[in-house]
C-alpha cells in the first residue's frame, strides 16, 4: 500500500478538474455546493482509502455521486440534455430522468462513473479512461455494461 | 475560473476546520534565517521545518505519521506565526502556544520538555539536560533528542551546548544555532560567549 500523501496535494492537483466537471454535470449555480458535499465527503473518507493509485477516478466518482444526488433532491430534469435524451430514445430507456439517475446511482461504482462521465459530463471514452485510470477498452467495457444493466434495471 | 476555484477551496477548508475534518493544518513563514514550515493541530503546534529542511518531505511525514487530512491554512497558524515574528525582532522571551508533542515520545520526549523549561537567553549543557530527563549518562541520546526536535525554535534546542561552550549541532545548520544566540544575547557577533 502507497502511503497517502497530504490532502492538499490532491486538492491542488484535482480540484480544477472536479469543479470542471461538476459545472458541466450540474450548472454553474449548483457547481459550488457539490464540490464542497464532494470534498468534505473525501476527507471523510481520506485516512481509510486503500488504494491511492486512482486519486482522480475516486474524487470524480464521488463527484458524480453527488451530482446525482444533487439531480434527485431537485427532481427536476438533470442538465445533460440532447445527449442522454438521444441516447434514451434510441436505447428504449424511460423518459424520467430521474429514474434513470436513481438507477445509475446504483451501479457498480466503474460503470456508474463511465456512465456519468460520458452521459454526465459528455466525455469521449479516452478521457474517460483516464478518469478512471484504465484503459480506452476497459471504459468502453465498463460504459457498455453499465449501459446493459440499466436497460434490464429500467425495461 | 481559477478565482472561483479558489474562493471554493477557502471555503471548503474553512468546513473543514469547522467540522473537525482538518487534522493537521500548515503554512509557511518568513524569518531572517529563510522560510519556515509551521503545522498544528487541534492540539496546537506539532512541527516546525526550518529553511534548510524540504517542506514535501515535512508534509509527506506528518501524512504518515499524524493524518493525512494535511491542509494548507494560513490562518491556522496566525498566532504561531505573530509570535514568532516577535521573537525575531527581539520583542518576545517567552512563547505562549500550546504544544503537540505526539511526534517525541519516551526519553527524547523527557529531554525536550526539559529544554522547553530552559529561560531565554541561557544555556545549558545537552548533560544537564540528559540528567534532567533521567538518565545523566545518556548524554549521546540526549543530544539525538535534540536533532530530531520537531518543534525548534519555540522548544529552544539551540539553547543546549557542550559541556566545553562548544556549539555542537543543529538541524537547521550552525550558522542559524550562533544566529539564534546573538539574537538572544548570548554570543556576541564573533561567535565568543
Known amino acids: 500500500m502507497t502511503a497517502l500523501p497530504p490532502f492538499q496535494t490532491v486538492l491542488d492537483e484535482h480540484s480544477a478538474a472536479v469543479m470542471a466537471i461538476l459545472q458541466g454535470a450540474v450548472g454553474r449555480d449548483s457547481a459550488e455546493d457539490c464540490f464542497q458535499e464532494t470534498f468534505l465527503a473525501a476527507l471523510r473518507a481520506y485516512p481509510k482509502l486503500g488504494d491511492t493509485s486512482n486519486l482522480r477516478g475516486w474524487l470524480l466518482t464521488i463527484a458524480h455521486r453527488k451530482a446525482i444526488d444533487h439531480h434527485r433532491a431537485r427532481g427536476r430534469t438533470p442538465v445533460p440534455v440532447a445527449e442522454v435524451r438521444e441516447a434514451a430514445a434510441e436505447d428504449g430507456l424511460p423518459e424520467r430522468d430521474s429514474a434513470l439517475w436513481a438507477a445509475v446511482g446504483a451501479l457498480p461504482p466503474k460503470q456508474r462513473a463511465a456512465v456519468a462521465l460520458r452521459y454526465g459530463s459528455d466525455l469521449p471514452h479516452s478521457e474517460i479512461a483516464a478518469a478512471l485510470g484504465c484503459s480506452p477498452e476497459a471504459a468502453r467495457r465498463s460504459l457498455h455494461e453499465g449501459l446493459k444493466r440499466l436497460r434490464k434495471e429500467l425495461a | ?193
Open chain 2, 1 to 193: 475560473m481559477t478565482t472561483a476555484t479558489e474562493k471554493s477551496i477557502q471555503r471548503l477548508k474553512a468546513r473543514a476546520a469547522a467540522e473537525g475534518l482538518l487534522d493537521v493544518a500548515y503554512a509557511t513563514a518568513d524569518s531572517p534565517f529563510g522560510p519556515l514550515l509551521l503545522a498544528r493541530t487541534e492540539r496546537g503546534l506539532v512541527r516546525i521545518g526550518l529553511p534548510n529542511q524540504d517542506a514535501d518531505e515535512l508534509l509527506a511525514d506528518l501524512a504518515a505519521r499524524v493524518s493525512p487530512r494535511v491542509l494548507e491554512a494560513p490562518r491556522e497558524l496566525d498566532e504561531v506565526r505573530r509570535e514568532l515574528d516577535l521573537y525575531f525582532a527581539g520583542k518576545l522571551d517567552r512563547f505562549d502556544l500550546p504544544l503537540d508533542w505526539r511526534l517525541s515520545s519516551g526519553f527524547r520526549q523527557r529531554v525536550l520538555r526539559a529544554i522547553n523549561r530552559i529561560p531565554y537567553g541561557q544555556t545549558r549543557s545537552y548533560t544537564e539536560m540528559a540528567r534532567k530527563a533521567g538518565n545523566e549518562r545518556a548524554v549521546r541520546a540526549a543530544g539525538t533528542a535534540c536533532g530530531s526536535n520537531p518543534i525548534p525554535l519555540v522548544v529552544p534546542c539551540h539553547r543546549v551546548l557542550r559541556t566545553s561552550g562548544a556549539l555542537g549541532g543543529y538541524g537547521g545548520g550552525l550558522p542559524m544555532k550562533q544566529g539564534l544566540l546573538e539574537l538572544e544575547g548570548v554570543l556576541d557577533g564573533n561567535g565568543a560567549s
